[in-house]
């Protein structure tokens, strides 16, 4: 027994071990952070709670989030979910002080930070940076919009799914 739990530790370690290792010589696509002016929280008025839908491409990089986003008494808070319902990251923004820890460590592929500033962009609709940069694109239902980074180099699609029921 004790043989087979020796056995059984040896086989994890040397997995992830083997994970890390490709990992470190055959990293996924991922995009750099795109450097943007983040507004502070109060920037956006009232209390809300909203769901959307993002999905960012870019160079090799193609991700899809559902983000939770609560803005109450000043504090922004979001919770960016995987397509495969698994947290990504949470990021919190208390004036202008900004927290974020992402869950994916060396997978991740798309910064937090960027996510951020588009949801400023749309559906928050607070400007985070010069025109020249970046472009919206509202759809005709005004449920979604497509920004298209012109500096960056990437496209995030945005679908506000709050009143969505059962999705």
């Not at 890390?20 to 055959?26: D, E, K, N, P």
């Not at 002016?37 to 491409?57: K, M, N, Q, W, Y």
């Not at 160079?59 to 899809?64: L, N, P, T």
Request: proline share 7%; aromatic share 8%.
């Amino acid at each position: 027994m004790k043989r087979l739990a020796i056995l059984s530790l040896l086989t994890a370690l040397g997995s992830s071990g083997c994970t890390t290792v490709y990992l470190a010589l055959y990293p996924p696509p991922a995009m750099p952070l795109c450097e943007q002016v983040i507004p502070p929280s109060s920037a956006l008025g009232g209390d809300f709670v909203r769901r959307v839908r993002v999905h960012v491409e870019g160079d090799h990089v193609s991700e899809g989030f559902e983000v939770i986003a609560q803005h109450r008494r000043g504090r922004l808070t979001l919770i960016g979910l995987t397509r495969y319902g698994a947290k990504a990251f949470t990021i919190v923004q208390r004036g202008e002080e900004i927290q974020i820890v992402s869950f994916l460590g060396p997978i991740e592929s798309v910064p937090p930070a960027n996510i951020l500033a588009d949801l400023y962009r749309w559906p928050f609709g607070v400007a985070t940076g010069p025109p020249s940069a970046f472009e919206v694109d509202v759809r005709d239902d005004g449920r979604a919009a497509i920004i298209t980074h012109h500096l960056c180099d990437y496209r995030a699609t945005i679908v506000d799914v709050t009143d969505d029921a059962g999705s």
